[in-house]
């Protein structure tokens, strides 16, 4: 059965959405394919993908907290804030001692405002901001709220200015424009030379498929990576319900919360989001605090034909 999850480990210089089109392709034409967030063509690492009545959930599994390796170039500007782009200056960066660079990090943890890459797929004005800043107009991005749960150095800073961090995040993140401000922040300007997500919740590079080899697989093959839906709603605070409540929930009705009995917490708040389980039902929503309801926003029954 054509349904669940796919742990795409994407190479570099690979777009996520040919990794959608390859699946479909082996699955058929008419299985429905989608993604929990896409990765830069030059980026690498671990890419979600949401295969038949999973693809309801994207917005739910796009809220799973990512990890990410960077390499940075010191003294470098690009105007896609990575290696791909355009040099915009090249700066000294020699006064920048190991000591100085551990400190500028600390004032990117915690929430913060963003302003993303010019070269990104943001929505300015109905368009993407790619689309725009190709065309030559100009335009502005408004900064968005994001969290950063962590960011450390990882290597010693190179004779060559290259250095890795390691960075734990949320949903709306660019850890591009993360380099561009550490960059204004140590005068010296920064640009990510290679990026690899590592971790995407808890689903991990070893339960992974090497997205080189996606083409060499048969459907029968492919099926055999799937994998349990409980590895998606177990990120959420998740409640079992009984039959009479999945019923319910499956028409769209929102339920006294207490007619759950809560499983387990889950690393995504559930101010934001819950999640009901039943035998047959995953269904992913929200809660309305003042009554105390569980509201159903998206419903995936599971073994349906």
Not at 79 to 103: K, M, Q
Not at 161 to 167: A, K
Not at 180 to 200: E, F, K, M, P, S
Request: aromatic share 8%; charged share 25%; proline share 5%.
């Amino acid at each position: 059965m054509n349904e669940g999850l796919l742990l795409i480990d994407k190479d570099r210089g690979r777009r996520s959405t040919s990794c959608v089109s390859i699946v479909r392709s082996i699955l058929g034409k008419k299985t429905r394919v989608g993604h929990a967030g896409t990765l830069d063509s030059p980026a690498s690492g671990l890419l979600l993908l949401l295969v038949g009545p999973f693809t309801r959930a994207s917005g739910y599994a796009m809220a799973l907290p990512k990890r990410y390796v960077v390499r940075i170039q010191l003294g470098v500007e690009t105007d896609t804030c990575d290696g791909e782009g355009t040099v915009l200056a090249r700066l000294p960066w020699d006064h920048v001692s190991e000591e100085a660079f551990d400190r500028e990090l600390l004032p990117f943890l915690g929430y913060r405002l963003q302003t993303p890459p010019r070269i990104s797929a943001v929505h300015v004005q109905g368009k993407r901001a790619h689309a725009l800043a190709r065309q030559g107009e100009d335009f502005q991005i408004e900064p968005r709220p994001i969290w950063i749960g962590d960011v450390r150095r990882v290597s010693p800073l190179r004779p060559e200015g290259t250095v890795d961090l390691e960075v734990d995040c949320h949903q709306g993140t660019y850890v591009r424009s993360l380099v561009r401000d550490l960059g204004y922040r140590l005068r010296c300007g920064a640009t990510v030379v290679d990026l690899r997500r590592i971790g995407l919740g808890d689903l991990s590079e070893a339960e992974a498929i090497c997205g080189s080899h996606l083409r060499d697989l048969s459907a029968e093959q492919l099926a055999a990576f799937f994998l349990p839906p409980d590895r998606l709603c177990s990120h959420f605070t998740t409640y079992r319900c009984q039959e009479r409540t999945a019923a319910a929930l499956a028409h769209g009705n929102a339920v006294p919360l207490a007619e759950g009995r809560r499983l387990h917490y889950g690393v995504v708040p559930s101010e934001r989001f819950l999640c009901f389980r039943g035998e047959s039902l995953l269904s992913f929503g929200s809660l309305e605090k003042e009554r105390g309801y569980f509201q159903p926003r998206a419903n995936i029954f599971l073994g349906r034909k």
